[in-house]
């Protein structure tokens, strides 16, 4: 397996793989993509160019993800904030998502990788939940890496649609309030299939979740780095989970 997987990386990426242990890996990795905006200011350019900079970055961590062994990845790629931003560049941003997973969706599909939207459609043009939905389908039935896209997305909304999902039960005398356990809740969250991160990555240098994943993210471990998203890569992957498997999860236990 060691030998297949590395002949699909570069020299320097098989250094940091000869010090993983495969049978360890992460079964899961979230990340917040953050930084295009400062990456295209320092380069003297409008904050858009930065998003076009950073699906190459995307890429990138998909096809290392996909060749590692990951199963999951979601991606933090518009929330439910990010509206306020000035009108030209949410245009830009659906554009930009709409043009790209249309763009990638044949390869991605020969790859075996499933893809699909967390958050809510409400508010989405029509033209980008059309792609979602297509692309979605198109791959539902792909067993390689799960790529989740996480757009119009935040926490707080998803925990108070849940919210509201197990109130909706609870009046209509479905569920016993005083009976509900955690996964009644994880049940009714956005995805409640998919299993939780074991890995948070955020790039930019911001030390925060920002509202992402709040329920999920109870026992991930958190690896921050002040790269910009257009320059993160595949070597910036592995170096992550490298890190990732010398942390000791406890999940609340003393450590033994």
Known sequence: MLEI?????????NVVIERLDLQRLPQHIAIIMDGNGRWATQQGLPRVIGHHAGVESIRSIIRASQDLGIRYLTLYSFSTENWARPDDEVQALMT?????????LDGMHQEGVR??????????????????????????????????????????SEILDMTR???????????????????????????????????????????????????QLAYAEFWFTPLLWPEFRAIHLLHAVEEYQQRQRKFGRVAS
Not at 134 to 153: E, K, P, Q, S, W
């Open 5 to 13: 997987i590395r002949e699909k990386f570069t020299s320097q990426e």
């Open 96 to 104: 930009l998502i709409d043009g790209q997973l249309r763009a990638e």
């Open 115 to 156: 893809v699909r939207h967390l958050g809510r459609e409400a508010g989405l043009p029509d033209f980008l939940l059309r792609t979602l939905h297509d692309t979605a389908a198109r791959t539902a039935d792909n067993t390689g890496l799960t790529v989740t896209f996480a757009i119009n997305y935040s926490g707080r």
């Open 165 to 215: 999902r197990v109130a909706a039960a609870a009046v209509a005398g479905k569920v016993d309030p005083q009976q509900l356990t955690e996964e009644d809740i994880a049940g009714a969250l956005y995805a409640p299939d998919m299993p939780t991160p074991d890995l948070l990555i955020r790039t930019g240098g911001e030390m925060r979740v920002s509202n992402f994943l709040l329920w």
